[in-house]
């Protein structure tokens, strides 16, 4: 599978809804420290610790 974003090969998958994605480590990386800057990973973290109870 290819990188989402570049010609790369995809290093990490997910698939939801029968819906796959992949990206490069690099593009990883990059999408891990965007959301690390936004108030979604507070919001992912809240989310997780609703469904953990």
């Known amino acids: ?6 010609d790369r090969d995809a290093d990490l998958t997910v ?4 819906l796959k994605v992949g990206v490069c ?3 990883f990386q ?13 919001q992912l973290r809240d989310q997780l610790e609703i469904e953990r109870s």
Do not use: N, P, V
């Open 1 to 6: 599978m290819q990188c989402h974003y570049c």
């Open 15 to 18: 698939e939801k809804s029968g």
């Open 25 to 27: 480590e690099q593009h």
């Open 30 to 42: 990059q999408r891990l420290e965007d959301i690390s800057d936004s108030d979604a990973l507070q």
